[in-house]
């Protein structure tokens, strides 16, 4: 079974190289990578980092946004392994993620489940809900020398789910070759996770793996504003419940929960979320829906 890994970027070009080190040192080495980039900034030092090694491409993006760029690279893998078999699995990796040395060799093993249709890691720490984590620091959650954060994916472990968490997830060939991220969920396409899963559900199950473990730095930058994120926490959620990829109820919840956070939050706000933006983002969101106006798309006009 092969493995082949996806990094989708912009906007940080200090990353790839990073995590592009990060491959070379894994137990078991991906077949292929395949870094998207919306230009060649985007890619930093990465082209002399694998300047010697075949199985790092580079691909530009016509258009930016994490679902198309995601597709790009399944584009690009498809064409590398050829139709002759789905003996292959695709990883997902943000380019802010920083994976231990054999997640692709316990996720390979995964696999060896016949009902295992997608897989999604424990996430040791997360910088997407504080200030984010350091290089030096997620070095240090990955050797043991700090010990774990609490997060909701070691709940997950060992457990069937709906939604794989983006930043670390991968899916069998038949699953690759079936479907694609939705590309109507722009910018770097809040719930597109959520999404591919309920895609891939129709192949098997997606479980937690508590083998596959990693850091997610949540680095702040090349993220979109905050009134943008405000109306996607309203209009992705009604889209995917439109689509069947979400229940209503779960779309209710994920709204409910987003909006009192960002109006609770405002007049003391974290210093690295725009909770203003975002309150506002919400309420231009429930006014598109009462109009029939809402699409996750709108964000483009403004």
């Known amino acids: 079974m092969k493995a082949y890994v996806v990094l989708a970027t912009k906007g940080r070009p200090a990353d790839i190289p990073v995590i592009l080190d990060s491959m070379k040192t894994q137990t078991m080495k991906p077949d292929h990578v395949v870094v998207v980039g919306t230009s060649e900034a985007d890619f930093g030092n990465g082209r002399n980092v694998a300047a010697d090694d075949s199985s790092v491409s580079f691909e530009i993006s016509k258009r930016p ?15 590398l392994h050829g139709s002759e078999d789905d003996a292959f699995f695709v990883v997902y990796f943000d380019d802010d993620y920083r994976p231990q040395s054999d997640w692709i060799e316990q996720a390979h093993r995964a696999f060896g489940d016949n009902d295992v249709a997608g897989i999604t890691g424990w996430v040791l720490a997360d910088g997407i809900t504080g200030p984010g984590i350091s290089e030096a620091d997620a070095r240090r959650y990955l050797s043991g020398d700090l010990p774990p954060e ?4 070691r709940k997950h472990i060992g457990q069937s789910l709906e939604s794989a968490y983006g930043c670390n997830m991968a899916f069998i060939g038949s699953v690759t070759r079936a479907y694609r991220f939705d590309e109507h969920l722009p910018a770097y396409g809040w719930l597109e996770d959520r999404d591919y899963t309920g895609q891939a559900l129709a192949k098997g199950r997606v479980v937690g793996v508590g083998t596959c473990k990693g850091v997610h730095l949540g680095t702040k930058s090349g993220r979109v504003s905050g009134i943008k994120f405000g109306y996607s926490q309203i209009a992705n959620p009604v889209f995917l419940a439109r689509k069947g990829t979400m229940k209503w109820w779960q779309s209710g919840r994920i709204m409910g929960r987003n909006v009192l956070a960002n109006h609770a939050k405002t007049f003391r706000p974290e210093a690295w979320v725009d909770r203003k933006g975002r309150m506002k983002g919400n309420w231009m969101g429930m006014f598109d829906w009462v109009r029939g106006r809402i699409h996750p798309e709108r964000i483009n006009d403004f």
């Open 150 to 153: 609490p997060h909701e994916s």
């Open 65 to 79: 946004g994490l679902p198309i760029q995601r597709n790009v690279g399944i584009e690009a893998i498809l064409n």
